[in-house]
């Protein structure tokens, strides 16, 4: 089992509803990072967070280092967010961060 | 031109040819990574270097070859591969090697072996 779960795996919404993605992980981390992939392939890193509360325009991302659990927000979104949404993190201050399977999210207009 | 650049962006190469992979960073940042990431398989941690050293290998085969000549450019050099090693290979880099640094990530190079 790895051990950083996402879900869903994929989520088709229509243009302009609120998306939510989440993340559960089993280890003990630093940071958790959010990171968006586009079909082309390069990756872009939305949030890096290790505790509360973090928003950028549309995207929120919150966790909860209690419960090992966070979640990234789309409001109002729009069929350019459509992407694969990856949740990685990291344990301590080794190079080893771990990584999501990805949530493919389609927005339709 | 800034970020993190990889060449070439598809490779098509067959099990016996000699290959490289180029990434070249204009961040000014001192650590530099090779990811793997394969069809609906989680990126895979393959190199990392930190400051011109090699501070991890993940136990990759040694048909993967990286190099990092300095701290801007990384390459990974590829023979003798399998079908398997078809992959979208992801460079990054980093400021330093510490728990919560940012990576930031190239446009990637898709590689099929056939």
């Known amino acids: 089992k790895n051990e950083v779960e996402q879900s869903p795996q994929n989520l088709t919404a229509q243009e302009g509803e609120f998306i939510t993605i989440n993340c559960s992980y089993s280890?003990?981390?630093?940071?958790l990072h959010w990171l968006q992939q586009h079909p082309g392939g390069g990756i872009v890193s939305l949030f890096m967070l290790s505790s509360g509360k973090k928003k950028h325009g549309r995207l929120i991302a919150t966790i909860n280092i209690q419960e090992k659990h966070s979640s990234l927000h789309i409001t109002a979104s729009h069929p350019r967010d459509s992407a694969v949404y990856i949740c990685?993190?990291?344990?301590?201050?080794?190079?080893?961060?771990?990584f999501g399977a990805g949530t493919r999210l389609t927005v339709k207009p | 031109e800034t970020g993190v650049t990889q060449t070439p962006r598809h490779l098509v190469m067959g099990m016996t040819n000699k290959k490289s992979l180029k990434c070249e960073q204009h961040?000014?940042?001192?650590?530099m990574y090779w990811y793997k990431q394969s069809a609906k398989k989680p990126l895979e941690l393959m190199f990392v270097?930190?400051?011109?050293?090699?501070?991890e290998n993940n136990s990759v085969p040694s048909r993967f070859s990286p190099e990092c000549p300095n701290s801007s450019h990384l390459f990974l050099h590829l023979h003798t591969l399998q079908p398997e090693d078809s992959a979208l290979y992801l460079c990054?880099?980093?400021?330093?090697?510490?728990?919560?640094?940012?990576?930031?990530f190239g446009e990637g190079s898709r590689l099929t072996v056939l």
């Open positions: 990054a880099s980093s400021q330093g090697t510490s728990g919560n640094r940012e990576l930031f």
């Open positions: 961040l000014g940042h001192n650590a």
């Open positions: 270097y930190n400051f011109k050293e090699q501070t």
């Open positions: 280890v003990g981390i630093s940071a």
């Open positions: 990685a993190v990291r344990s301590g201050n080794n190079n080893d961060m771990r």
